[in-house]
């Protein structure tokens, strides 16, 4: 009997060993982000009683690989349909405030899941419909990741090879505002200290330069180092 509870456990270990926990739910909140960690931006258009919705987020974004790459250059947001909720939204020039339902009219969402992405600049790139299963969404963010299109190389051509693109490793200087926007808002962001274990792919936040470069040799993909008020006025 113990045998057999030791060997259950081991199974739920298993396949319960990741888990993404960078979703925001904020399209402003995960824009602003997205500029500050120089990340793409994906923004699920969701919907709570979407059938294919609910499987992308139990079998895709649960998917190991799929997480690694969102974690190391993506900002990810799931939005509803919401006449309360707002976001900003610059159309012509101008920045305009819609509501969630106005944005999904915006940006031509017929049905759910739809996927819009969004470069460093937070300029929209291209949108995906329907639901992807984990080994093709892998291929999207590595496609997009990589910028392959902007070598004119087609997405069929780039699938018909093999990747291992990752994401690029970077420190960013910010300020401490900014800097504590992220901690308070990004659920991947921590303030580095040497009793947390390393995870290369979580945003680490420090004030210390070597520390800073330390963690990029051991391979963090982003790494935030705030700018003191007094170095900012040197």
């Known amino acids: 009997?113990?045998?057999?509870?030791?060997?259950?456990?081991?199974?739920?270990?298993?396949?319960?060993?990741?888990?993404?926990?960078?979703?925001?739910?904020?399209?402003?909140?995960?824009?602003?982000?997205?500029?500050?960690?120089?990340?793409?931006?994906?923004?699920?258009f969701s919907d709570p009683g979407c059938y294919y919705c609910n499987l992308f987020t139990k079998s895709t974004l649960s998917d190991e690989t799929v997480g690694r790459l969102l974690m190391a250059g993506y900002v990810f947001v799931e939005i509803y349909p919401s006449n309360e909720k707002t976001a900003t939204l610059e159309i012509q020039g101008k920045e305009e405030k819609l509501t969630y339902n106005e944005l999904y009219a915006a940006f031509g969402v017929k049905g759910t899941p739809t996927f819009w992405f969004f470069d460093e600049t937070a300029t929209p790139v291209t949108s995906l419909p329907g639901y992807s299963k984990p080994d093709f969404f892998v291929n999207v963010l590595r496609f997009l990741g990589e910028k392959a299109y902007k070598n004119g190389m087609s997405f069929a051509d780039y699938t018909a090879q093999s990747h291992d693109y990752m994401g690029t490793h970077v420190v960013l200087n910010l300020s401490e505002e900014d800097a504590q926007y992220i901690t308070e808002n990004d659920p991947?962001?921590?303030?580095?200290?040497?009793?947390?274990?390393?995870?290369?792919?979580?945003?680490?936040?420090?004030?210390d330069s070597e520390?800073?470069?330390?963690?990029?040799?051991?391979?963090?993909?982003?790494?935030?180092?705030?700018d003191s008020p007094s170095s900012s006025t040197n």
């Open 1 to 44: 009997m113990k045998k057999t509870i030791f060997f259950l456990v081991l199974i739920v270990l298993a396949v319960s060993v990741f888990s993404y926990d960078g979703v925001i739910h904020d399209f402003d909140t995960g824009m602003k982000i997205a500029k500050l960690e120089q990340k793409q931006l994906i923004v699920m």
């Open 188 to 207: 991947l962001a921590m303030n580095y200290s040497p009793k947390v274990t390393f995870d290369p792919f979580r945003i680490w936040i420090t004030a």
């Open 211 to 226: 520390i800073a470069n330390e963690l990029i040799t051991k391979g963090a993909f982003r790494v935030i180092l705030v």
